[in-house]
């Protein structure tokens, strides 16, 4: 009998591949999305229950029906300007959703729970590599959102024994370099996309968002992790919780930042072609540097990201000229 594991936010860009990691590890991925974000085609490697996450019943027939090992829980509002416009919408969404998910899981009695947080918990901390002891002060209502699940889960696991794996990512990108899935956003408002559109002609250009920070060449300074990479992770966090090896922080990135300036660099390099650019204002909520200090991850889980930042955007490339959905 194989191990069900219902994955919220499965249709999503990280969700998927983790969907992909979990069924080439033996798992059947369950999941579980109402498909605001995410598409019906990125759900391919295992069933997909429609549900959302404010409707606490339907999560509890989901749990019931599939009685996974664990939940992976990736469904979230997570655009750091959006946040800054409609904090509400973060906090009802984010941290709403995910109180329904830990009740219904104690409910059906699934007790292992890996939460996909983020760096943007930290918020600006004046050029330190930010790792898991690191102080978290999130400056935007995403990062607050997601902090506050954190701590959910914290006194969920004294009070009823959940037992949970946090993973801080920090900027997730790529695609499955076998193509079946890839980074899809509507809108998107993401670097290595929207820089890869304007190289193809799709807009007429990327606007990076500052030159006045302090940092090297004045633009922000971003870790980034391959999504093939990071799912990988969670494979072995979800390993962890079974081993019972008890509720862990772990964050995912590679230790090394590069600048919007050196990510247009090296996309110029990828691609063979120009990347038109225009300079415009800083976004609010950006922090001006989130680098990852990722030493647990790689001594506890095993884990060592693989793959670069030329092969995110090569893969990136290829799956936004041929992508399937
Ligand atoms: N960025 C930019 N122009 C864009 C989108 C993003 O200059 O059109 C910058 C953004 O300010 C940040 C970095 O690229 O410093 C990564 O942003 P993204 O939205 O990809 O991820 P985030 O850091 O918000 O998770």
Redesign the pocket.
């Known amino acids: 009998m194989p191990e069900h594991v219902l994955v919220t936010g499965g249709a999503g860009y990280i969700g998927a591949h983790a969907c992909k990691a979990l069924a080439r590890a033996g798992y059947v991925p369950v999941c579980f999305d109402n498909l605001s974000t995410g598409w019906e085609a990125a759900v391919k490697f295992g069933p997909l229950e429609r549900g959302d996450l404010m409707d606490a019943a339907a999560i509890r027939a989901a749990l019931a029906r599939w009685k996974p090992v664990a939940v992976m829980h990736f469904a979230a509002l997570?655009?750091?300007?959006d946040s800054m416009t409609d904090p509400g919408r973060y906090w009802r969404v984010n941290v709403g959703g995910a109180l329904n998910l830990i009740e219904a899981c104690l409910a059906e009695g699934v007790g292992r729970f890996v939460f996909s947080s983020?760096?943007?918990t930290y918020g600006d901390q004046d050029g330190v590599v930010l790792d898991e002891e690191t102080p978290q002060r999130p400056i935007n209502a995403y990062g607050a959102s997601k902090l506050a699940i954190e701590q959910m889960l914290g006194n969920f696991g004294a009070s009823h024994g959940l037992q949970s794996v946090i993973f801080r990512y920090?900027?997730?990108?790529g695609a499955d370099p076998e193509g079946e899935v890839g980074e899809r956003h509507e809108p998107e408002?993401?670097?290595?996309?929207?820089?890869l559109d304007a190289v193809e002609g799709k807009r007429a250009a990327?606007?990076?968002?500052?030159s006045d920070?302090a940092t090297a060449d004045g633009?922000?300074?971003?870790d980034y992790v391959h999504v093939t990479d990071l799912a990988e992770a969670h494979v072995r966090g979800l390993r962890w919780l079974q081993d019972g090896r008890g509720s862990r922080v772990f964050c995912l990135g590679t230790g090394t930042g590069y600048?919007?300036r050196e990510?247009i660099d090296h996309a110029r390099v990828v691609t063979n072609r120009a990347v038109p650019i225009v300079e415009?204002a800083?976004?609010a909520?950006?922090?001006a540097a989130?680098v990852c200090g990722s030493a647990r991850a790689r001594e506890e889980l095993g884990w060592a990201p693989e793959r670069g930042l030329d092969a995110m955007i090569r893969d990136a490339w290829r799956w936004s000229q041929g992508r399937g959905f």
């Open positions: 997570s655009l750091v300007g983020t760096c943007a920090f900027n997730v990108a408002t993401h670097l290595i996309p929207l820089m990327l606007t990076v968002f500052g920070y633009t922000c300074l971003r600048s919007v990510v415009g800083r976004r909520g950006d922090a989130l």
